[in-house]
């Protein structure tokens, strides 16, 4: 009898657990958009192919650029970061993925630490204030207030992907490395950090042609004799062109770390692009399939910023991640992930 | 060293016994071959939906001819005789034998390299082991266990392939899906180079024995391709050959615009048989494209709609290597234009007609 009473609190304990609906959150993050040399092939080789890096384009810088990238902090002192866990390294160049369930507002105390006016500005999203440009060594906060008509709809799955950007210019920021994911997640289907609940494994993708030519960074580069050892001026004809770097998370020719999900998983997969006049991706998956919008596919069409797609890998292994359309995949777009039992 | 080398075996037993399913049901046995052919994407020599002569060849362009390896059916595994492909199914033209599976189906597929060149069979959305999987890179399985990888010529390999529920229709997906098969041993050059083919796998209980969607009439294959030539591995005896190259133009690649085919199932201007359907049919049309840097494409219907992923249109967006399934139910007779919108590509001849019979 006791033991039935206690069964029955147990079971109200649980439905109330699960029908309250979330009390919502305000979840903060201190980022900073911060200067850093970003080497796209760190490993100075194509772990794909077993082969040195292609040589250099005749007028290309190198592999190494000074660049702007989003990076987490622990607390308004901006003096530590949070540490990247080595399963999340992958991400390399993307910002940090900031969470949220519908109802939810994020506060972004945003420092900008670079030499350039810049700001962080959510897609789909409203912001207040209003983005505008935070200049070099300020801070602002942003509070981004997560509304119903922000959340999944109904063909999608209990996520979505936003994409944050510096929208002072759009296309230079970008260029500099300034972008990240935003995902929200349905009323009620978010754990406590804000990621889906039906979901065992969030993994991000950026696919992005990084225009080294539009990046503010471009005088600083030509001038430095580490990043620029042949001494290019930057007007030469083929300059543009070679000094376009196709990659994943920011990594040519699969030196992105190899991100490892299990056999039976429900991986969702965040796909994301920038929007360069040369981007337009079709990142395709060897080994297992996805689902995007109730379809099945092994390929997500990247002409918009962002595409969710979920897998359950079945057949484990080391497979590729590329984007299949030539031009880009010749030029290093392709990346490996791994199934493991 | 050797505890490597059983982690290795471990991993590869791992593979094979993942691989290998309960199989109560169908095996599914294709002989295909690679074979040379030179390949003629306007065999009437003229623009047919327009009536008039094709347009002068560009400067480098070395012809509407080139030598190319595709994908061809035989009867068995002496892969003596073509499997005759029927006349209703002339329009399929450059793309290999279409493949039907069904949900818990085993595809075999034995394939003979005859090109000069080494080449593989790579599926999409199939279930296959390292050792099925038709395409060299690192990935912690030496070489030794994948031949496949890169069939010589001459030689043959038989790539087994299982279909697991993840490899059919998803919940937005009607009774059937559409997946690819193509060469993998250099994916650019291969796929310019020519084989490619469809495959189509229908959910459990809604097939016919021969794999085919029980709800569905005539199904029908398009495959919208920008082919750079100069990034084929024919190229450069293209180039020499006088046959393919009789005004000995001085070309070379990769991604040579003059070069590149703007086709449909690798035929432009209209040379593409026309398909045939009948008025009132559930017709189920299959629309894949390649991967070249152009490969984005808006396909369009005169003369009925479509629905395709639960939505009236009649015009479809593909990405490069995209593989979209569009129904109709043909209510307008006549023959109608079948063409891609972007405009670079429809001046460039990526258009066909078909055909509503009463």
């Known amino acids: ?341 | 060293m050797s505890l490597r080398i059983a982690s290795i075996l471990l991993l590869v037993v791992g593979l094979v016994s993942a691989g290998v399913q309960p199989s109560q049901a169908t095996v599914r046995t294709y002989y295909i071959a690679a074979d040379e052919v030179v390949w003629n994407y306007a065999p009437s020599g003229e623009d047919l939906i327009a009536q008039k002569p094709l347009p002068p060849l560009l400067p480098l362009q070395l012809g509407w001819q080139y030598r190319k390896a595709i994908y061809r059916a035989y009867t068995d595994a002496t892969f003596t005789h073509l499997k005759p492909r029927p006349a209703s199914d002339a329009y399929l033209g450059i793309m290999g034998p279409v493949i039907h599976a069904v949900v818990g189906d085993t595809v075999v597929v034995v394939f003979k390299n005859n090109a000069r060149f080494p080449l593989t069979v790579h599926a999409h959305g199939l279930f296959y082991t390292k050792s099925s999987e038709g395409a060299p890179y690192l990935d912690g399985i030496p070489a030794s266990y994948k031949p496949g990888d890169g069939v010589p010529t001459g030689k043959t390999f038989t790539y087994t392939w299982q279909v697991p529920a993840r490899a059919g229709p998803g919940p937005g997906d009607g009774s059937s899906v559409l997946w690819m098969y193509h060469s993998h041993s250099d994916e650019v050059r291969d796929v310019n180079t020519g084989p490619i083919g469809p495959i189509v796998v229908t959910a459990k209980g809604m097939a016919r024995p021969d794999g085919t969607p029980k709800d569905v009439d005539r199904e029908v294959f398009a495959m919208f391709a920008e082919y750079d030539e100069s990034s084929s591995r024919y190229f450069p005896s293209n180039v020499a050959d006088p046959q393919i190259n009789p005004r000995h133009v001085k070309a070379t690649g990769p991604f040579l615009f003059d070069d590149m085919l703007w086709t449909i199932n690798g035929f432009v201007y209209g040379n593409m048989p026309m398909p045939t359907m009948h008025l009132g049919q559930h017709v189920r049309w299959y629309v894949l494209s390649t991967m070249s840097d152009f490969d984005f494409h808006s396909p369009h219907w005169h003369g009925q709609t479509v629905v395709s992923n639960g939505m009236r249109t009649d015009l479809l967006n593909l990405a490069p290597m995209s593989m979209v399934v569009a129904d109709m139910t043909p209510d307008n007779p006549g023959m109608w234009l079948f063409h891609c919108h972007v405009n670079l590509h429809l001046a460039g001849g990526m258009e066909a007609r078909y055909e509503v019979l009463k």
């Open chain 1, 1 to 341: 009898m006791k033991a039935a009473a206690a069964l029955g609190i147990a079971c109200l304990a649980l439905l109330v657990a699960f029908c309250e609906p979330a009390a919502a959150r305000v979840r903060i993050h201190y980022i900073a958009a911060d200067e850093v040399m970003w080497n796209y092939a760190p490993l100075r080789m194509n772990p794909i192919a077993g082969t040195p890096l292609p040589p250099l384009l005749p007028t290309q810088l190198g592999w190494t650029f000074q660049k702007a990238i989003y990076r987490e902090y622990t607390d308004a002192t901006f003096a530590h970061l949070v540490p990247v866990a080595p399963s999340e390294r992958y991400h390399g160049m993307t910002g940090p993925t900031i969470h949220a369930e519908v109802g939810d507002t994020v506060v972004i105390v945003f420092r900008n630490r670079t030499r350039f006016p810049f700001d962080i500005a959510p897609s789909g999203v409203r912001s207040t204030p209003n983005p505008s440009a935070v200049l070099p060594g300020a801070t602002r906060t942003f509070r981004w207030p997560i509304s119903d008509a922000d959340g999944p709809g109904v063909n999608d799955g209990s996520s979505l992907l936003y994409v944050y950007e510096s929208d002072v210019n759009q296309r230079t920021s970008e260029s500099a490395g300034l972008i990240g994911p935003l995902i929200v997640t349905r009323r009620g289907q978010a754990r406590a950090d804000g990621s889906p609940a039906d979901v065992d494994r969030e993994i991000v993708a950026l696919f992005s042609v990084q225009d080294e030519f539009q990046n503010p960074f471009l005088s600083l580069n030509l001038a430095s004799a580490a990043i620029n050892p042949r001494h290019f001026s930057g007007r030469e004809k083929t300059f543009e062109n070679d000094n376009y770097i196709h990659t994943i998370n920011g990594f040519a020719w699969g030196n992105m770390p190899t991100p490892t999900m299990r056999v039976g998983e429900r991986v969702r997969w965040y796909l994301l692009s920038t929007m360069t006049p040369a981007d337009g991706h079709a990142p395709t998956w060897s080994g297992q399939t996805v689902l995007s919008q109730g379809n099945r596919s092994d390929v997500v069409a990247l002409v918009t910023p962002h595409a969710v797609a979920d897998m359950v890998p079945d057949n484990p292994g080391v497979w590729l991640l590329v984007c299949t359309l030539n031009i880009h995949l010749l030029n290093g777009m392709e990346a490996r992930y791994k199934v493991v039992k």
